[in-house]
């Protein structure tokens, strides 16, 4: 594959049967089909995308068929920098079951600096007719710390890209911000230091 500016694992969470890895197969090789597979054990495919100018090779980690024990080893979320979290807006019981996905996410991985991962809440189906409002989806996204939420069809093609575009940019924004990098105690240290000097010079009268 070419090579890109930036790479980043993304995971895919979510109940049984969400959507998961027909959104990965849309995204990836943009087809749609409705056999469902349930085999075990962790795929993981990739796609580049451009960013505002930038090129970011997003890999993405999806489970198969583990998903029914609602919460994975810490070794699929290793190193991961962002997170697609998946419910079925048909399903009322997938979006709480979102709520206990972002949980699982935010106690097995963090980003290197300490912070949690950006999560996506993907709310899918939207061709069918939904179990859920807007306003409930909206407000789970805002009130469980996901940084924002959409509306997908994976079936008829609906911003799917949109959503991996977005939590590229915020990736991006992130990593740029310096929270993929380890904040080492010394470093965090001296920045203490430095601000207390600081505000010690500025109380200073001669
Ligand atoms: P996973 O278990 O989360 O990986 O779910 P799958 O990707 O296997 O999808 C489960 C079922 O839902 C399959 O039969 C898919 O064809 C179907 N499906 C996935 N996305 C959509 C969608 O946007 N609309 C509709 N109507 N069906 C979908
Ligand atoms: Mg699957």
């Not at 409705?34 to 075990?40: F, H, N, Q, V």
């Not at 965090?188 to 600081?198: A, G, M, P, T």
């Amino acid at each position: 594959m070419a090579h890109a500016d930036k790479e980043y694992k993304v995971i895919l969470v979510g109940d049984p049967a969400v959507g998961k890895t027909a959104f990965v197969r849309r995204f990836v090789t943009n087809q749609f089909d409705t056999g469902y597979r349930a085999t075990m054990g962790v795929e993981y495919s990739s796609k580049i995308v451009h960013v505002d100018g930038t090129s970011v090779k997003i890999n993405l980690w999806d489970i198969v068929g583990q998903e029914r024990f609602r919460s994975m080893t810490r070794s699929f979320y290793k190193m991961a920098s962002g997170a697609f979290i998946l419910c079925d807006v048909t399903q009322h019981d997938t979006l709480d079951q979102a709520i206990a996905w972002k949980r699982d996410v935010d106690e097995k991985v963090s980003l290197p600096s300490g912070k949690s991962l950006p999560c996506l809440l993907i709310a899918n189906k939207i061709d069918l007719e939904a179990q859920m409002t807007d306003d409930k989806i909206s407000s789970v996204a805002q009130t469980r710390g996901f940084y924002s939420f959409y509306k997908t069809s994976v079936k008829e093609n609906l911003n799917v890209e949109e959503s991996v575009i977005s939590l590229s940019r915020e990736m991006l924004r992130l990593d740029k911000a310096g929270a993929m990098l380890p904040v080492s105690s010394s470093s965090s240290n001296n920045l203490i230091l430095d601000s207390e000097q600081k505000s010690a010079g500025n109380s200073c009268n001669c």
